[in-house]
């Protein structure tokens, strides 16, 4: 199957991550003053929204008509970088958290790379040409909405509490 068999999965993971981005932003702004104030938390919602964001790129840049498998796998490594740049600074934060419990702090870094890592692969294998690399797009995209969620839902209650 070509890359206009992914068109509506396409479509919907659009849909879905441009209206996530914006609730997570939303939410996030209704308590931006404690945002702000604790250290951890800024990078940990840029993260989470920078998940979405990838997967929203992705899932245009498939979209674009006519492109070659190789086109689609570098037009992925840029944003999956960017993203792995923020992951980065956010895991680095969590694990050098003192509030948190020590046995939390490895699942929720490994919780944002999962995506990142999904389209990792999936990057690498289209541009070398490999069409198998829309499924590591797909299941890229689908992390990015569960890790992304579940993130900021963590840092909307560690906001509250």
């Known amino acids: 199957m070509g890359l206009e068999g992914w068109s509506d999965f396409n479509v919907a993971t659009a849909g879905a991550t441009a209206a996530l981005a914006g609730l997570i932003i939303v939410a996030m702004s209704v308590n931006i003053k404690e945002a702000i104030q604790a250290e951890t938390i800024p990078s940990r919602v840029a993260a989470a929204i920078a998940g979405l964001v990838l997967a929203l790129v992705a899932s245009l840049a498939a979209l674009a008509p006519a492109q070659p498998v190789w086109a ?3 037009e992925l490594l840029v944003p999956t970088l960017a993203a792995g740049t923020l992951q980065w600074r956010a895991s680095g934060h969590i694990m050098a958290e003192t509030t948190a419990p020590p046995g939390w702090r490895l699942p ?7 995506p990142i890592a999904a389209y990792l692969v999936a990057s690498v294998t289209l541009m070398a040409g490999a069409p198998w690399g829309y499924g590591f797009a797909a299941a890229g995209g689908i992390l990015a909405i569960i890790s992304s969620v579940l993130l900021a839902w963590v840092v909307l209650v560690e906001i509250l509490r």
Do not use: C, R
């Open 72 to 74: 689609l796998g570098l």
């Open 108 to 114: 929720k870094v490994a919780l944002g790379w999962l």
